[in-house]
Every structure is written in structure tokens, then in C-alpha cells.
């Protein structure tokens, strides 16, 4: 089974955005609604009212793209050629002196007179959108007046005079094996530039083509080299990993392309690095079979990140005599997304971070909505003792009932939590303290819950644990020291992911009773890989544990954070993990193996950074 993800550093291959956008100083000039096509990709509505814009909104629109800076515009529709005034409209944008794009199915090109129009006018280069190089299916896919011949005679005519012709190519279910035949007859006329794209609409859901069939056909056509040039865009960039420099942005043809619902991302996308520069619509959908096919962009990432003390605000030993409520002194001005209001040993003081792991909204998210700061109050570089080396900073109550709220952000103030970091693990205990049979523990690292059963097994001088355990983890060096403090263990060198996983621990021949992820789940790279092997090595009415720390903030003083950061560049910090997944995302990742949920603890403001999930298989 092979891995399901790529290095990040494979992103480096993507151009800057701003020379990845084709015609990067153009705009887009609408001509209407107004079409002699019906196109299955048409972004419009069927019913939409087809007409003209005036020449007077359009004139407007080239002059304020003129004011803007731009040094082009590309005329688009609708179809733009059918304008009745469109030659004096080109006429008007070479006279502000934009250079003049045409983005169009090409019909009308193929009449001399209409071409010769343009030509005088002033029109430099030519978008023709075509679906297939067979008559009947393009015919098929673009509808209305559309002539397969009058479009490729068009684009003879143009090449021949020399005019630089793109042709856009729209991907869909139908189409995909035409392509091949289209780009021998695009090569024999000359082109040289065809892009791809994945329409944001289709007319039929069952129109859209499947990720997987994309990625082989660009590879294919890739492969092939027909034409001098292919790029893409709209299209997910795993799936054509390879040819990442090929990506380039097209998005002034589409007049209804709105803005993408972040919280719509999959969890795969959300994963990976690459999200923030993919504009593909389609990989934002719920389909399970879509989701598969993608491959995220992965790299080791920070699950936390530090404060340090910034500005002195002022003594306050109460809060109940706070000078900003009081209206004696203003709010002090700061980032609230990287810094806050901090009271502590009678004084007011702001913290700040300057993280570069991450952006100013999830560092505000972690604070505000998880509710997960802390204070380090301990005199150690790396902290194994959470309950004891971390104070939890929250809200200050009197802060959250202060009239001023808002106009100032409120303090935060050493609280206790109602489930801290040792609650939480009686719990793991607890779950643990229930388990017999077969144990699969992944990803072994520290074992810090399963210790105290070990030490208890140990002191008590039993020869063997209450359940038959078995270890796997990556790490080699860690399996070797491991095994030198508790030689009595079974431990295999191995990760989830690995293809022969099953056979190296028998749970092909003999299935788990119980499988556990004790803070590796994050560590885990390939999730998918990985939890199809350990769902097919779970015994039906078998459990799963998944216990895991989320991102959390610290506030430490300036010596302990330097001296940290000299350990990181010696080498000395830990791996992180690939991902910074909370307990709901975990059951997102887990829903296609229907995995009944036994118990759920969360992650919020009144607990410790650790969620639970215990989960148990389908008995049927």
C-alpha cells in the first residue's frame, strides 16, 4: 500500500502567485449574459435573462481598470463576439492603451469579416474555449449554435496571422477520452498553449469527472507532449504533484466564482500545506471516494507556541481596581490575534507572540474558543509533567461581567480547570485499567500512560501484563532504549503505515482485541493508510483509543524561551506532529469505518489540552 501524501517541500516547484496568474496586469471586462452557446459548464443559470451590458457600463469598466493600473482587459461573456458594438469597444480600450484579450467559443471568428473587424480595432490575443475535438460531443457539451468546424477554422485563421491563441479546455466525465484526439488536431493547427480547468458548475452532477480519472488523464496528456505547452487550473495540486509549475490562474473568465467556504474544506485539505494556494473548488466537496483520491502536501508542524511578557500596563493587585475600568486609563492598543492582556503577581501586563507556525486567527482561536494558554511556572526546557509545569490562564471573571468589555479585550488570569491534565489521565487509566487479550499500542514513544501499568506489573512482581501487549514505533533508537528499561516487552520497530504491518504483528492471522493510539495519532502521516490496517486488524467488538494534546500557548519568560530556541537549532527539540487534529476531526478522519463512539471527551475552556476518543468496532 503506498503512501497517500507528499513532502511539502514539493511545493517550492509552484510559481509566485503573481507570476502564476495568466495575464497577471489584465482585468476582466463582462460583456453580458448574452451567448450563441449553452454550455454544461456555463457558471450562469439556465433561465438567467441573456443580454447585452451597455457600452456605457462596459466604457466605464475599461476606464476604471485604466485608473487601476491594469495594462490589459480581456472581454468576456457570455459570449463576447456576438456584442453588436464589441469592435468599437476594443477600438476604445487601445485608445486608453490596454492591450485587448478576447476570451470566446470561437464561432463567430470563422467569418472573415467579423475577424477583420477585430484586427482593426486592435485586438491582441485569443482565449477560444472548446470541449472536444469530435464534432457530436462537443456539440453535445457546448449546445446552442455551437460549429465544432467554424471554431477550429478560426483558430487556423489565427495562428496563421500569427495571434497568440490559448485554448481552454474544460474537464468533465464525457470528454476526458477525447482529449488525446483534440491535442493531435490542436498540434496540427498549430497551438501551442492549451489549458485545463475543472468547471466550477456543471449542469448534471454526474457531468463532473473524478479526480482520479483527472490525475491520469493530465499525466497521460503530459506524457504525450502534443502541444508545447499544458497548463492547468481549478484542479487539485496533488493530483499533478509533478507538473506543479504548470499551475496558472485563469479566474477573470468566470464571472460567478465566489468566495470558497473555508469551513467546507475536508479534513485532508485542511491537513495540508498546499491548501492556502489551491483553487480547486472540488476538493472541497464531501464525497468520501473524492477525498481518497487526494494526496495532502505534508510537513512536521509545532503543536505549540510561546508567549513572552511585552508591555507593562500598570499594578493592579485586584482586578476589582482596574484603572481601565475605572475609565482612568485607555485600553492599550495591540495585535489582539498575537498578543493579550495577562494579570498576574499584582501587575497588568500585555503578551505577545510572534509564531510564525501560525496565523493571527488560529492563534486566536486556540486562545479564545479552546481556551488552551498557560503559564510555565516550572524551572525545565522541556515539560513532562503538564499538571505541574503549566498553570492554565483563562478569562478573568471579573473581566467577563466589566461593562468595558469590547472596547477593552479583558485579562487573563490563573484559574483552575475542572478536568486538568491529572483528571484527565485517571481517565486514561481507567480505560486502560479494562483492557484484556491482544493490545496493539502504536506508536509507542514515552509511554507515559502505559507506564504505570507496567511499573504496577513490575512492583508487583508479575510475570506477564493483565493483557498480551505488543509495541510498534518508527523510531529505532527509541524501540533499542526502550527495550533496555523494560527488556519483558514485545517491541517491533514499525510504523501504522508500513504495508507489511499486519504480518510483522500477526494481526492477519490473529486479530486485536484492543488498539491503541496514546498521543501518536498527530504523529501518524498518512492517516488513511494508516487506520485501514488497524480497522482490518480489530477484532468485530474490538476498541480503539485515541488519546491525544492539541495546540496550546505558553507564556514564559525571555531567558527559558531563548535557551529553548538554542536547543531547537542544536537539534535538540522533539518531532512534532503532521497535524494539530482535535477530537472531532479524528471522528471525521474515522467515519468510513462506523466506529461506535463508547465515550468522547473534548477539548475546551474548563479542561487540559488532552482529548479522548474510545471507540469500538461493529460486532455485525
Known sequence: MNLATYDAHLLTALLPPNRRRFLSRYVRIFTGTACNQRCVSCPFPADVDRSFRSAAEIQAALQAAKEKGAT??????????????????????????????????????????????????????????????????????AGGQSRLEASLSAIQRLVEDGVPVLVVVPLLAENLTSLPALMDTLHGLGVEHVHLTLPDQVRQPEMRASLADVRTTIDSLMNAGRVARISFDRIPLCLTATHLSKHAFLRHRDPLRGQVDENGLSWVCRDCDGASQCDAPLARGEDEQEIRTLSPFLSPRSNSFNYIPNDFVADVADLADCPIAAGSMEAPAFDRQREFLMHTRDRLLTVATDSGDFGGAELASVRDELGQVYLDTSDKLLLDDFDQDLQPLRPATHCTTCPTLGTCPGAFELRPLEIGFSAS????????????????????????????????????????????????????SRIDELSSRHPWLHLLCAGAEDPDLCAKVGGDTEPFDHILLLRSYNHVRDLRVAFQQLFSMLKPGGTMLLVENTVFGVVRGRKKLWELEQMEQQGGAPFEHYRNHLSHEALEVLAPFGLEVLEHMAVGSTTANQWILWLKKPTI
Open 72 to 141: 490589459g482587459v480581456v472581454f468576456s461573456g457570455g459570449e463576447p463576439t456576438i456584442h453588436p458594438e464589441l469592435p468599437e469597444l476594443v477600438q476604445e480600450a487601445r485608445q486608453l492603451g490596454l492591450a485587448v484579450c478576447l476570451a470566446t467559443n470561437g464561432v463567430l471568428l470563422a467569418e472573415r469579416n467579423v475577424l477583420e473587424s477585430l484586427y482593426k480595432a486592435g485586438v491582441g490575443r485569443i482565449q477560444v474555449h472548446l470541449f472536444s475535438g469530435d464534432e457530436t460531443l462537443h456539440q453535445s457539451l
Open 425 to 476: 489521565e485517571a481517565r486514561v487509566d481507567g480505560i486502560l485499567g479494562q483492557l484484556t487479550g491482544r493490545v496493539l499500542d502504536v506508536g509507542v514513544g514515552e509511554p507515559v500512560s502505559l507506564a504505570r501499568i507496567f511499573d504496577s506489573a513490575k512492583d508487583e512482581g508479575l510475570s506477564e501484563l493483565p493483557f498480551k501487549y505488543i509495541g510498534i514505533e518508527p523510531d529505532k
